[in-house]
C-alpha cells in the first residue's frame, strides 16, 4: 500500500494534461471559420407526425434563432429546413445534429420537377453503413448547395442539443483529436480499472472490485455521450447504441451503492438506510434488464433522474454525518465523490431542463472523473490505514483485559486489592465498594474460557451480570475499571476468536453457519466485528488459511 501515494504524485499529471490539452466538442454552434457560414434555420413541430415531405416544404416555418434544439422528449415530428449557399463552392459543407443518441434524422430535396426527394438518413437505430455521413460520429447530411434542405426528425431521446455547421476539413481535424483524446481517457480508466482489479486479487477485499466495476460501467456509459466508441467499436450493431447508454447507468448505480454499502460501512452506521440502499440495488438490477429488453427512454431518463436527485443529496448527507463522527479517513473521499456528483447533479438538471443547456453542465462530468478516480485511490489507502489502526489498538486492549483476566484464573485470597481501589476511585459513585473483585473477576474468566458463554446468543450484560449476582452497573464498572475495555467489546472478541477457529477447521462450513456457532445472531454482525478486529472479513481470512496449505 506505500506505493500508493507514487501513484497518485505520477498519475495526476495525466488528466491536468488531458483536460487542458482536450479539445473535447462543446455543445454550443459552431459554424466553418471559412466557408460554411451563411446558413438560415426554420423550425416546423409536427404533433400530427403524418405530413409528408412534400407537404412539409409547402408549410410555413418558424425561424430558428439560435442553432440550438431545446425540445425535451417529444413524441411529435420535428422538420428543420435549412438554406442558404457556401461562400466557396469548392468546399464540402456538412449539418450535423450533434446528439449521439438521435433515434432517426432524414433529409430530403426538391428534385428539379419539384417533387421532395430522400437524400440521406442517419440515427442510433440505422447501421453506420447506413448513414448518409457514416465518418461522424453524429448524424449529418451534407449541404447541396443552394437548394433548400428538409431534415426530418423522429426520435425517443432528449432533443437538447446544437446543430452545428462546418466543412470537412474542419470536420476530419475535429475527429481526429477527437479520437486522440478520447484514446487517452479510455487507456487512463483502463488503467486504474486494472489497478483496481489487481488490488482485489492482492488484497481479496470485494471493495476493490466494486470500485472497479463502477469505474468501468461509468465509462463505458460516458463512450456513448462523449466519444467516437459507437463508430469505431460497434459500427453495425445499432441495438446497443439505443439500449447502452440506460444499461450502463443503471449497472454504474449498482455498482456506486453497492459500493457506498461497503466503504462507509453502511449496515453499521445507519441500519435503516441501509436497506433502502438495498431496494437501489434490486432496482438497479431490473432497470438494467428493463433496459436492454425495451425502449422505454423517456421512462428510463425520468426515473433515472429522480433516483440520483435523492440519492446524490443523500451520499453526501451520510458522508458528512460520518466525518462529524470522527470517521476522518472519509474526508478525501467526501471531497473526491463529493465533487463528481455535484457535477452528476448538474447533469441531472441539465437532463432535466432545470438549468440552461450550457456546455459546462454537459461536459463537467466527463472532466471530474479522473481526478475522482485518482484521489480515491487516496481515500482507499486512508480508510486501511484507519482499519488497520483500530485493529491494532483493540489488540491491545483485549491483551491487556484477558492478561488481567488470566491473573485470577486461580481464587485469590479474601484481600483487598489497591489498584482495584484505584482505578475504582475513578467512577464517581462507585458501584463496587466493598466488593471481592477479584473473585468476580476469576467467575468471568471461568464463564469465558471454561464454559465459552459467549456462545449464547443472547448474552448480554444483564444476562451475565445477573449469573454473577451483580448489576449491569456494576459488572460495566468492573469491565471498564478493571479491564481497560467493554463489555460488548470483551464478548466480540472471545467470539472472533471462536469464530477464527471454526474458518481453519470447518472449511465446509459457509460464514453464516461460523457466525451463529460463534454466538452471532446475524450475518452483517458477524462480518462487521471480524473486521474491525482483525482488518479484514471473514471471507478473506478463511482464503487466507487456504493460501498458507
Not at 449496515?267 to 438497479?284: E, S
Request: charged share 20%; hydrophobic share 45%.
Amino acid at each position: 500500500m506505500q506505493t500508493i501515494p507514487h501513484f497518485l504524485r505520477v498519475s495526476i499529471l495525466f488528466p491536468i494534461l488531458l483536460i487542458f490539452g482536450c479539445n473535447l466538442q462543446s455543445q454550443r454552434p459552431q459554424d466553418s471559420k471559412n466557408s460554411c457560414k451563411a446558413y438560415n434555420f426554420q423550425i416546423w413541430i409536427d404533433p400530427s407526425s403524418n405530413t409528408s415531405p412534400y407537404e412539409a416544404f409547402q408549410h410555413p416555418f418558424e425561424q430558428l434563432n439560435q442553432q440550438f434544439l431545446d425540445l425535451d422528449f417529444t413524441r411529435a415530428t420535428v422538420w428543420l429546413k435549412a438554406s442558404g449557399k457556401p461562400s466557396n463552392s469548392g468546399e464540402r459543407c456538412y449539418i450535423i445534429l450533434e446528439w449521439p443518441t438521435l433515434t432517426k434524422a432524414e433529409f430530403f430535396a426538391l428534385d428539379e420537377s419539384g417533387r421532395s426527394d430522400l437524400r440521406g438518413r442517419a440515427g442510433a437505430i440505422l447501421p453506420r453503413s447506413e448513414w448518409a455521413i457514416p465518418w461522424i460520429d453524429y448524424p449529418s447530411f451534407p449541404i447541396l448547395g443552394e437548394k433548400e434542405i428538409l431534415i426530418r426528425i423522429n426520435t425517443r431521446s432528449l432533443m437538447r442539443f446544437p446543430i452545428a455547421i462546418r466543412s470537412e476539413t474542419e470536420m476530419r481535424e475535429q475527429l481526429d483529436r477527437r479520437v486522440l483524446y478520447t484514446s487517452l481517457y479510455a487507456g487512463f480508466m483502463a488503467a486504474v480499472c486494472l489497478f483496481a482489479l489487481f488490488f482485489f486479487f492482492v488484497l481479496r477485499d470485494q471493495i476493490y472490485l466494486l470500485y472497479g466495476g463502477y469505474l468501468f460501467s461509468v465509462a463505458i456509459n460516458f463512450s456513448f455521450l462523449y466519444s467516437s466508441a459507437p463508430r469505431i467499436l460497434w459500427p453495425e450493431f445499432p441495438f446497443w447504441q439505443t439500449h447502452g447508454l440506460f444499461f450502463t447507468q443503471a449497472i454504474a448505480l449498482y455498482f456506486a451503492v453497492a459500493f457506498f454499502r461497503e466503504f462507509v460501512d453502511l449496515r453499521m452506521h445507519f441500519p435503516k438506510l441501509d436497506k433502502i440502499a438495498i431496494a437501489l440495488l434490486v432496482f438497479a438490477i431490473v432497470s438494467a434488464f428493463g433496459s436492454f429488453i425495451s425502449n422505454w427512454n423517456v421512462f428510463f431518463s425520468r426515473i433515472f433522474s429522480v433516483v440520483y436527485l435523492f440519492w446524490i443529496p443523500a451520499l453526501l448527507t451520510i458522508t458528512v454525518r460520518l466525518l462529524l463522527n470522527n470517521q476522518k479517513h472519509l474526508l478525501i473521499f467526501a471531497i473526491t465523490w463529493g465533487t463528481f456528483y455535484s457535477a452528476a447533479f448538474l447533469y441531472i438538471l441539465w437532463v432535466t431542463r432545470i438549468v440552461p443547456p450550457f456546455p459546462f453542465f454537459f461536459y463537467a462530468l466527463v472532466w471530474f472523473l479522473p481526478f475522482e478516480a485518482i484521489f480515491f485511490a487516496a481515500s482507499i489507502y486512508q480508510r486501511y490505514r484507519s482499519i488497520d489502526s483500530t485493529r491494532k489498538r483493540l489488540e491491545l486492549e483485549m491483551k491487556a483485559a484477558l492478561d488481567r483476566l488470566a491473573e485470577f484464573s486461580v481464587p485469590p485470597p479474601q484481600t483487598s486489592n489497591d489498584s482495584s481501589k484505584k482505578e475504582i476511585g475513578k467512577y464517581r459513585r462507585s458501584k463496587i465498594h466493598n466488593m471481592n473483585v477479584e473473585e468476580i473477576l476469576h467467575n468471568i474468566e471461568r464463564l469465558f474460557v471454561t464454559e465459552m458463554i459467549y456462545l449464547d446468543e443472547d448474552l448480554s450484560l444483564g444476562s451475565l451480570s445477573h449469573r454473577l449476582g451483580l448489576t449491569p452497573h456494576q459488572l460495566s464498572e468492573i469491565c471498564n475499571t478493571h479491564l481497560k475495555t467493554t463489555f460488548p467489546r470483551l464478548l466480540s472478541y472471545y467470539r472472533i476468536q471462536h469464530a477464527m477457529k471454526l474458518l481453519r477447521n470447518f472449511r465446509e462450513w459457509n460464514i453464516l453457519q461460523v457466525a451463529y456457532e460463534s454466538g452471532f445472531k446475524s450475518k452483517a454482525a458477524f462480518n462487521s466485528d471480524f473486521k474491525r478486529f482483525t482488518g479484514i472479513t471473514p471471507k478473506q481470512f478463511r482464503l487466507s488459511q487456504f493460501d498458507a496449505f
